[in-house]
């Protein structure tokens, strides 16, 4: 996504999103894995960009021990505010699939 500023303007790759919104991720209690590139049948995390606003797509891996809502919930305000903090961009979405439950 560029942006025009006084001085020039600024790109940010999608792949930078994409990392900011894995790391935000892993940082939530109960947040096991995000995107597992090792399994072939696991979706990528995915951005895109609808009229002017960042929509993140996450697929997690959780614990079985936490409150499913309420994890999704919160993974979902904390990638919000680490995108936009760190990028200035607006996010319009952030969703999240979780792939499984894991017992340990």
């Known amino acids: 996504m560029t ?3 006084n001085f020039g303007s600024v790109r940010i ?4 999103i994409e990392a900011i919104a894995r790391k935000a991720s892993s940082e ?3 947040v096991i894995e995000v995107n597992t590139k090792s399994n072939k049948e696991a979706k990528n995390t995915k951005v895109s960009v609808m009229n ?3 929509i993140i797509d996450l697929n997690l891996v959780l614990n079985a021990d936490v409150n499913v ?3 999704i ?4 305000e904390n ?3 680490q995108v936009e903090t760190m990028t200035g961009l607006k996010v319009k979405r952030v969703n999240v699939e979780v792939n499984s439950l894991v017992i340990q």
């Open 13 to 16: 790759a999608n792949e930078t």
């Open 69 to 71: 809502r309420k994890t």
């Open 52 to 54: 002017g606003f960042i």
């Open 79 to 81: 990638v919000k505010r």
């Open 3 to 5: 942006r025009s500023f």
């Open 73 to 76: 919930k919160n993974v979902q």
């Open 28 to 30: 939530v209690n109960g």
